[in-house]
């Protein structure tokens, strides 16, 4: 590999760095709402100075999650005295980062183990790491504070020290299934004790392959080292349960109500979730090109060009395989199903990626680079109606408008230049998901905030904030500090006047250009909405994309109001 072409991809793993860690702090990154309730369990922990039990004030969600995720949020906020995004959210990035590493190191070691040269094995590294980065899947669970970037790399280390060990791993009789076990269970610990089930039948899998598939030799061999791995994980993960003051809570909450609670249809029957609908096994097979967002057709052609060189493909290839297999198998049997689950099997994709990048078809990267250009097209359409409704309020500037121009060249050069095209295309992604963080930036700003005085206004107050969604109101602890925050169900025909009669102290979401008349306006804000309605997704099908993905919010005191509790129901 040549040295401007070292410097390239070195300057394209800086861009993912930045990429990842720019806008950390904000509210609206692309994230899961789980990340509320994990916060709040983690803030109410932290203020009983104790790390077990777990504490909660949300109704059935208190033991949602092994306590993991939730200590390594009272460490990075040193037990909630440094209460913001971004210290719950960095060692996500880190863990993410991570599994980036070992994508890299693992694409590295596999090429070189095939004869490759040094250039070409570095090269393919750099290729598998930034593919794993330019996943869209990645940015989106592997930044917030959720169990996600813990538990891709955990679950994926175990894989990583197979195969880059490859003969002296799986001849191990010890030594390497017991660092597996540890592996294992504080991933376990991270996610939930029903991850063994997958882990365990791919092991089991990869050492049945390593044999040539001799049964008698697995099951003399090796399957008791999978035992061995088992064992060691679940015995971590029954730490939990063995130190937690109140483990019938735990058994009740967590092993019951959140792992079997899976398999329960909750509508319809389970062949008929099964089949079709939004949880059905067709929704889990396009979670790979979902995953990957803008590099879906890559993937894509990736899947396709497997099948057609399906006896040539190397051991490690197939052993990526079949650990995306067993986790399609695995959670195909569960009612709920969500390419979400899949994420364990991502940096392994990323790695197939690499190796097999200059075999794919470069209609591919093309489609990948018109797909990234649309994407572009529509923020640009959508910063530009934002900065004409709000002319004064100069949301966006030169810099801005410079990256968007820049990113838009670089997708052209790569369309049209084909010498480039594939070293362009995890670029063009990175870019696009950094202009996104760019453009939700005014919302983090002075735009997108209430003012020092409103936020001093409110302190030691109960104020009431619109929730769609368990434990929404959770973030309003960052917008403003002090307050007591409570959540109301936020249902779109709410008039200020109803929600004045009830609550002394509210906020409110309306159009961007109604006002408030004779309200008593504490502070205001620029917001997006999200969870739409049904009729509001039609809404925004037929084009009124700006009227429903921005809102204005204002922070109301009502003297007329008589509180009413029960609307308190539907956040908790």
Not at 14 to 23: D, I, K, Q, R, S
Not at 74 to 87: A, E, H, L
Not at 235 to 243: E, K, Q, Y
Not at 328 to 351: C, D, H, K, N, W
Request: a positive charge.
């Amino acid at each position: 590999m040549t040295t401007p072409r070292l410097i390239g991809y070195v300057l394209a793993t800086l861009l993912a760095v930045v990429t990842y860690f720019y806008g950390l702090d904000s509210p609206h990154i692309p994230k899961n709402g789980d990340e509320f309730p994990y916060a709040h369990i983690t803030r109410l922990t932290a203020d009983s100075g104790q790390l077990l039990p777990l504490r909660s004030e949300l109704d059935n969600m208190r033991n949602t999650k092994p306590p993991l995720l939730f200590w390594q949020g009272i460490v990075s906020t040193d037990w909630g005295k440094q209460w913001t995004w971004w210290n719950l959210r960095y060692p996500s990035v880190i863990y993410t980062l991570l599994t980036a590493a070992l994508v890299f190191s693992l694409a590295l070691r596999l090429v070189r183990n095939q004869g490759g040269t040094p250039g070409e094995a570095l090269e393919t590294g750099f290729i598998g790491a930034l593919t794993f980065l330019a996943f869209f899947s990645t940015y989106r669970y592997g930044r917030p504070f959720l169990v996600n970037p813990a538990e891709v790399f955990w679950f994926f280390l175990p894989f990583f020290t197979l195969l880059y060990w490859r003969s002296s791993a799986f001849d191990s009789r010890l030594i390497v299934p017991l660092l597996l076990g540890v592996e294992v269970g504080i991933g376990l610990l991270y996610k939930s004790f029903a991850l063994v089930a997958p882990v365990a039948f791919a092991l089991s899998w990869w050492y049945l392959h390593q044999r040539d598939y001799r049964f008698k030799a697995f099951f003399i061999r090796d399957a008791w080292k999978v035992a061995v791995t088992v064992v060691v994980a679940l015995a971590l993960f029954s730490l939990w349960l063995v130190f937690d003051p109140d483990p019938q809570a735990v058994w009740n909450e967590f092993i019951v109500g959140e792992n079997a609670g899976k398999f329960d249809p909750r509508s319809g029957s389970y062949l008929g979730n099964l089949l079709w609908g939004g949880s059905s096994v067709w929704a889990l097979l396009v979670g790979y090109p979902m995953n990957a967002g803008l590099l879906a057709f890559p993937v894509i052609a990736l899947f396709w060009n497997a099948y057609r060189r399906r006896a040539l493909l190397s051991d490690a290839e197939k052993m990526l395989w079949i650990w995306m297999a067993v986790l399609f198998i695995v959670f195909s049997v569960p009612s709920q199903r969500t390419a979400r689950y899949l994420l364990e099997a991502m940096p392994g994709l990323a790695v197939l990626c690499a190796l097999n990048w200059q075999r794919l078809s470069r209609m591919a990267f093309v489609a990948s680079l018109l797909f990234s250009a649309s994407v572009l097209g529509l923020i640009a359409f959508l910063s530009w109606r934002l900065q004409q409704e709000l002319p004064a309020a100069g949301l966006y500037g030169f810099v801005y408008w410079s990256l968007l121009a820049f990113t838009a060249v670089l997708i052209l050069l790569g369309i049209f230049w084909a010498r480039h095209t594939r070293s362009l295309v995890n670029v063009a992604a990175l870019l696009v998901l950094l202009v996104l963080a760019a453009f939700l930036r005014p919302f983090d700003g002075a735009q997108g905030r209430f003012s020092a005085d409103a936020q001093r206004y409110v302190q030691g107050k109960e104020v009431w904030t619109p929730c769609n969604f368990r434990a929404v109101d959770e973030g309003y602890r960052f917008l403003l500090p002090g307050a007591n925050v409570h959540g109301y169900f936020f249902l779109p025909l709410q008039s200020v006047a109803q929600l004045s009669a009830q609550y002394p102290l509210f906020a409110v979401q309306l159009p961007l250009q109604e006002k408030c008349v004779d309200c008593k306006v504490i502070g205001q804000r620029l917001e997006i909405r999200s969870r739409h309605t049904p009729e509001e997704i039609k809404l925004i099908l037929q084009g009124e994309v700006f009227q429903q993905l921005f809102t204005n919010e204002l922070l109301i005191e009502s003297s007329q109001a008589m509180l009413s509790r029960p609307l308190l129901e539907g956040c908790r």
